[in-house]
């Protein structure tokens, strides 16, 4: 099982272009969510899925759009990159137990910065 | 809104010591509080989850008490050794589908 990866690990880019950030898990698990980790900010949610074919929004979802076309796969777009959009991504996953008890699983991170 | 806070930011102490990282959190509706370790540049991992109906959980040398009338959560680590070096986050579940609110976490180093 490789778990919950990420690509690209680390993106340079110029401010007004656009990206996508792939997330990938291999546990069949009904959640997804994506963060971003800023210094002295701890993980702020910015979108979660509970289902293909479902997205909503976090607590910071301004700048990015998301997909869950397939159960595995939770894409995160920017499609405008500002420099306030430089930060950690990480991206989780989680099972849908019937009492939401269930821990997250996280990948290792993609770090961006918008220059 | 949930807020949570972690103290200390850093923490440094020597190898063998017992210590204590603090979390606490404004609403006490939580389904469920985690702690999670990350380790530089990597992702984070589950060490701990205890459920709101759960005063503590252990696992080896850890353990995690739950206070949700006070909104307080503390992690103690026995022993600790240098391969404790980390950060530590703190996280609180208050809604359906496990959405969790982070603390800003506590940095330990444990010199040999």
């Known amino acids: 099982n490789a778990g919950v990866t990420q690509t690209p690990k680390f993106r340079v880019l110029k401010t007004g272009q656009s990206m996508t950030l792939l997330c990938a898990q291999d546990m069949n698990h009904e959640y997804m969510y994506w963060y971003r980790q800023d210094p002295g900010m701890g993980l702020r949610l910015i979108h979660y899925s509970v289902g293909e074919g479902t997205t909503a929004k976090g607590e910071v979802p301004d700048g990015y759009n998301v997909s869950r076309l397939k159960k595995q796969n939770f894409l995160l777009g920017l499609e405008s990159a500002a420099p306030s959009q430089t930060s950690v991504y990480f991206c989780?996953?989680?099972?849908?137990?019937?009492?939401?008890?269930?821990?997250?699983?996280f990948g290792p991170g993609t770090r961006l910065l918008v220059l | 809104k949930q807020e949570v806070t972690q103290i200390p930011a850093a923490l440094s102490v020597p190898e063998g010591e017992n210590l204590v990282l603090n979390c606490s959190f404004t609403d006490s509706a939580i389904y469920n509080l985690q702690w999670f370790r990350q380790d530089p540049g990597k992702g984070l991992t589950s060490l701990l989850l205890?459920?709101?109906?759960?005063r503590e959980q252990t696992s080896g040398r850890l353990n995690a008490s739950l206070d949700k009338s006070s909104g307080r959560s503390t992690l103690y680590i026995a022993a600790s050794q240098p391969g404790d070096s980390a950060t530590y986050l703190c996280?609180?579940?208050?809604?359906?589908?496990?959405?969790?609110?982070f603390g800003s976490g506590t940095k330990l180093n444990v010199k040999p």
């Open positions: 205890i459920q709101s109906s759960q």
């Open positions: 989780a996953s989680s099972a849908a137990g019937q009492t939401f008890q269930e821990t997250q699983y």
């Open positions: 996280a609180v579940n208050i809604y359906n589908f496990n959405k969790f609110y």
